[in-house]
């Protein structure tokens, strides 16, 4: 089956639905080590510029190598395809069970599949600076469930359904998905399902923060064509109940507090008594969802769940959470019931859809007596209870003290100094943005102001330009030097878009809780905390670094007030609560995978001295870089292993780096990085991966004149003239048979020789396609150990030879290259060279060659489309 379109190309496995081409597998070579499922992703690239007609009605991309297999959509990069690794709902093992099989059975069965197409995908756009041209650029994004959202949003429905039925105990459930794991598409999926499911009901969704609502509303609103109908977002409570009065449907977005009775009022008025209405609430493990009265201010106040019942007594209760619930938690259970799926910290970072994060110490002593430490924790304990505190309340007495032994200016000039010290030096080999948390609005302007009196350029007072800014809500009785910190919601929303647009120039920002949770910014890597964080809402501020981004192996918290010890409690909770992995790993621990990856590499070089490279002049370090080349492509697989055990050891460098351990070896990782430029310029076309490696190693070698010096000419490093006359010529094979290095020799063999086949396929398919399968058969043959590298350069240079007698017979033909082409293309039919013959043949390729030139009016040699349409 063969699609035409800028040239013609043939998919290996098209899914056709009512014939609609709905999904698009390619399948590589288990046996071949260059094809695996990499390739297959890159060969979409192709297609999807050769022949996008195909990917009209595209639901889903499956790439496979025949064992391993991943899928993605039509927009998603290669960091966004991942593994179905379950059917039914129950994973399985890959070393058991080839992934293609769990993937074919448990995603692509028809029913399966026709679910997703029609219940879980969705479109967002995406707005992206782009640095050439100045101009923001609005890409739409698609997106498909994962497995495990699949999974959770089915189990979740089915539970709704028992729980909303005439006998249901209005109890759906709770879904545990860990931080950065798609919690919030999740909860899109749902209600996207559910509408359908319960015929047009009623969904509120409830938040307890205003930043959170915004940020959920928001992408709520992006997905209304999978939700049928525009969600809402209330105001006030008079909005509130005139959206809840209707008989059915609705998405009704709005902040648990505005279901707060009115002053001396104990119940909240009734607003509905139907049971089609369904409530969803986010982070539901607050303390204050619960029924649970006390007494605040001279007056009996319940947790809100309470007043929700009172407004909607026949509603049902979904909630869903990044943070497990505690033991000790009987309030949430009595709300929303049982866990309906779990899916940990563990399992996200295996299955790639997160990735670790790790925790470093900076201390900076704040000096306070031991009865204020206690007065500390208490107040802590006292925001975590009440997240919506006002500023006010803040400042009054035991906090106001604290706030100012907390913000003392000698203590946020250190802190400014090692921040920006910290920054600049992990920006030198890890591409990410950094966000700094404060005690409060006060401490977030005043190192700010520390911070820009250390790199004055970072400043800027326009919203669109700047490096560094402060995030956070305004009040009109704020100080004079606040107020150039005041932004509206909009404004606060477009320094969003800015901060997770990775070519922007706004790299750092100050916060004291916008952003802490719910906010979704893959770039963010590093987060300066100083503030002291208790329970779920610090599970949830340090998932912010947690997320997927490029080839950066996990995310880093830097602590300047010591919240060890709380992330040690968290940890105890999570680990009750069922949950599998580590919250936050100390960076030693990275330390110490980056130095078993040192030793590793340093392993390979065996006896060869590479160290005398840095005590040498310019000319002896150019030689240690070749004779360390030919070294490695002397070991078995050297140059394979060598190049992904550098690329490993370099994201791990990426990972520790400012760290001592990490300047420690910095140089050497400097020198394994221009070997490893120098193997990888012998591939005769780089590879995604390889390109975006080399560009990744170039910033993380700090020494940059390496560098230029691993990136050099392939005839220089070789050791021959750059020749001529053509690289198939007898002196020039003459010159290679002679190189003393000969795993070089075969390198640069290979390149060129593949170079010239390329050429040659351009041209004439049938040539190119002996050629390639010629070369093909001799390296396999050397890579079996058949041959030895000098055997197989004899090999080699026979083919060359070979390629240089095509020309020759075009010659004596007297045909031209491309009168050569439809020559071969008529003669690789047997019949026609038996009928024929070689004279009719050759008369034929002519007129044909002629004919094409009639009826094109530009050149058809190197116009792909008008290539296309001579095809059609």
């Known amino acids: 089956f063969s699609v035409h379109g800028a040239r013609e190309r043939r998919p290996d496995v098209v899914l056709f639905v009512n014939g609609l081409p709905l999904a698009v597998i390619e399948l590589k070579n288990p046996e071949d080590e260059k094809a695996d499922v990499f390739t297959a992703y890159k060969q979409f690239q192709t297609y999807k510029q050769d022949i996008p007609a195909l990917f009209y009605y595209n639901a889903v991309l499956v ?11 039509l927009s998603a990069d ?121 015929n047009n009901p009623t969904l509120v969704v409830i938040t307890d923060r205003n930043d959170l609502d915004d940020q959920l509303f928001d992408t709520f609103a992006a997905s209304r064509g999978l939700l049928r109908q525009e ?249 004079p030097n606040w107020q150039p910190h005041h932004t509206t919601k909009e404004q606060r929303r477009r320094l ?43 599970m949830q501020a340090i998932a912010r670094v947690n997320r997927v981004y490029k080839d950066i192996k996990g995310g880093l918290i830097v602590d300047y007030i010591g919240i060890a010890r709380d992330l040690k409690k968290a940890l105890a909770v999570y680990t009750e609560s069922g949950g599998q992995g580590m919250p936050a790993l100390d960076i030693s621990d990275a330390a110490s995978v980056m130095q078993e990856k040192f030793e590793i590499v340093e392993q390979m070089f065996g006896d060869f001295k590479y160290k005398q490279y840095f005590d040498a002049n310019t000319g002896r370090k150019m030689q240690t870089i070749l004779q360390a080349e030919e070294h490695i492509l002397n070991l078995p697989d050297g140059k394979n292993r060598f190049i992904e055990q550098v690329g490993s050891l ?13 300047m420690q070896i910095k140089e050497a990782l400097a020198f394994f990085q221009a070997v490893k430029v120098r193997l990888l310029k012998f591939e005769s076309k780089p590879k995604g991966r390889g390109a975006e490696e080399i560009e990744t190693a170039i910033r993380q070698i700090v020494d940059k004149a390496l560098v230029a010096e691993g990136v050099i000419d392939i005839f220089n490093a070789a050791g021959i003239k750059r020749p001529d006359v053509s690289i198939l010529s007898e002196e020039f094979l003459a010159e290679v048979r002679g190189l003393d290095r000969k795993n070089l020799a075969l390198e640069l063999l290979k390149k060129l020789l593949t170079g010239e086949i390329d050429s040659i396929k351009s041209k004439n398919i049938v040539l190119g396609k002996k050629f390639s399968e010629m070369l093909d058969n001799v390296l396999k043959r050397y890579h079996a150990n058949i041959l030895t ?29 491309y009168e050569m082409a439809f020559y071969d293309a008529l003669a690789d039919n047997e019949s026609a060279r038996e009928v024929l013959g070689q004279k009719t043949l050759r008369e034929l390729s002519c007129v044909l060659v002629d004919k094409v030139k009639e009826n094109t009016s530009i050149d058809w040699t190197m116009r792909e489309s008008a290539r296309a349409k001579l095809r059609v």
């Open 496 to 538: 969003a878009e800015r901060f997770k647009d990775p070519a922007d120039s706004l790299r750092l920002v100050i916060v004291r809780d916008m952003w802490l949770t719910g906010f979704d910014a893959p770039c963010l890597k590093t987060m300066y905390v100083d503030k002291l964080i208790r329970g779920h809402n610090l």
């Open 650 to 662: 370099a994201r791990a460098f990426a990972l520790v780096a400012p760290r001592p351990e990490a």
């Open 789 to 817: 590298a000098a055997e197989i350069i004899e090999e080699m240079i026979g083919v060359a030879r070979e390629l240089r007698g095509e020309s020759e017979r075009a010659t004596k033909l007297n045909l031209t290259d």
């Open 78 to 198: 290669w960091g966004r395809f991942a593994e179905w690794k379950s059917r039914g709902g129950k994973n399985e093992d890959k070393a058991i069970i080839p992934q293609i099989e769990t993937l074919v059975i448990g995603m692509l069965n028809k029913k399966t599949f026709l679910d997703l197409v029609r219940n879980f995908i969705v479109f967002e756009k995406e707005k992206r600076h782009d640095p050439e041209t100045g101009l923001s650029i609005i890409e739409t994004i698609k997106k498909i469930a994962a497995y495990h959202q699949y999974y959770a949003v089915n189990k979740a429905v089915v539970s709704t359904r028992e729980a909303v039925a005439a006998g249901g105990n209005q109890k759906c459930g709770v879904v545990w998905h860990t931080q950065g794991s798609g919690k919030s598409l999740s909860m899109v999926f749902y209600t996207g399902k559910l509408v359908q499911e319960l």
């Open 231 to 479: 969600p809402v977002q209330v105001k006030n409570r008079w909005e509130l109940k005139e959206k809840l009065k209707v008989a059915s449907g609705g998405i009704v977005f709005t902040t648990i507090q505005k279901f707060f009775p009115d002053d001396e009022k104990e119940a909240f008025d009734l607003l509905s008594e139907r049971k089609n209405i369904v409530v969803i609430t986010d982070e539901a493990h607050r303390s204050q969802y619960g029924f649970r009265g006390k007494i605040a201010g001279g007056r009996l106040k319940y947790g809100f769940a309470k007043y929700i019942r009172d407004a909607l007594p026949n509603a049902s209760f979904i909630g869903f959470t990044g943070t497990p619930i505690e033991k000790t938690d009987k309030s949430t259970l009595a709300v929303f019931g049982n866990y309906i799926d779990v899916y940990d910290i563990e399992q996200a970072v295996k299955d790639g859809a997160t990735v670790p994060i790790f925790y470093e110490n900076r201390l900076v002593r704040v000096r306070l007596k031991e009865e204020e430490r206690k007065q500390l924790d208490e107040i802590v304990d006292e925001i975590t209870e009440q997240d919506e505190l006002e500023e006010k309340e803040r400042a009054k007495g035991k906090w106001a003290r604290i706030e100012a032994v907390v913000g003392q200016q000698t203590r946020l000039a250190t802190i400014a100094r090692d921040i920006v010290e910290h920054f600049e030096k992990r920006s030198e080999t890890l591409d990410g943005k950094g966000m700094i948390v404060t005690m409060s609005r006060r401490i977030a302007v005043a190192l700010y102001g520390e911070i820009i009196k250390l790199r004055p350029a970072w400043y800027n007072d326009d919203l669109e330009k700047g490096f560094i800014k402060v995030v956070m809500t305004a009040a009109a009785t704020d100080p």
């Open 63 to 73: 790439a496979s190598d025949g064992l391993d297999a991943k899928a993605g959509s």
